[in-house]
């Protein structure tokens, strides 16, 4: 089985960052894929996959995060990945209820 | 963030008798009502708010911790508590284990940077083992209140 090893940069895009739910999200998607896939911010690696891991870099709004994966489906578990992240993680309702609240001073 | 930034020390409970998750969180922010960091007139629609939050998805983060929370327009500043299970409380948390350890934040509407960095001093410092050991068998608010401190001074290393 052929390994592939892929890396992008992700930008959080939510103004509320990579907070418990977003990490919920992030997690499960990736626990979905095969490849072991990895986020690093600086010198901080974690696991995809892993909530606790994910609130550890305190990821706010405009972050930006190494999204490295590495296995026979990387390229589709990099593609998922990035899509949630730069769609901002719909269905946050945190994010959703941010939103509405700013349409309302408009 | 240090946890003493925004912990209720007086807040704390170890010993939870509650193992049901709406009961813990009812105790939780019953605590915070006692330790007058949060009005009792507030207490349901915090509690409301709470609970509402964890149907959209566990705040079981994992590893036997878990981090109900909710924004409230009557507080002005994060505020915390923790609290220890024994028996641990089914939590629905996405690696099926129980929790043993609860953080519960309630925070101002309009600052998700203090969560966040709440949530980051939590995960860091609760990935080390010796820290959860530590917390798990503590059987007085003070002793958490003093691992935490000692987690502030970087004693666990993460």
Known sequence: ????????????????????????????????????IELVRDTQRVEASSIMDLLTLGAAKGTSLVLEAEGPDAQEAVDALVRLVESGFPNDEA???EQASQGDER | MKFSDFICKDAIRTQLEADQKEAV?????????????????????????????????????????AVPHTKHPSIDKLIGTVAISQDGVNF????????????????????????????????????????????????KPDEVWQLLEEADNHQFPS
């Open chain 2, 92 to 139: 629905e948390s996405l690696d099926g284990e129980k929790v043993h350890l609860l953080f519960l934040l309630v925070s101002p509407p309009d600052r998700p940077g203090d969560h966040l960095r709440a949530l980051e001093n939590i995960s860091r410092q609760l990935r080390d083992d010796t820290f959860c050991r530590f917390l798990k068998q503590s059987r």
């Open chain 1, 1 to 36: 089985m052929q390994t592939f090893r892929i890396t992008r940069v992700i930008v959080i895009q939510n103004s509320q960052g990579l907070h418990a739910r977003p990490a919920d999200m992030f997690a499960r998607l990736a626990k979905q894929f095969q490849s072991r």
């Open chain 1, 95 to 97: 994010e959703v209820e």
């Open chain 2, 25 to 65: 969180i009812r105790a939780m922010a019953t605590s915070l009502v006692e330790a007058k960091k949060i009005n009792s007139k507030d207490y349901e629609s915090i509690v409301e708010a709470i609970l509402k939050r964890e149907e959209l998805g566990s705040t079981g983060i994992g590893r036997g911790v």
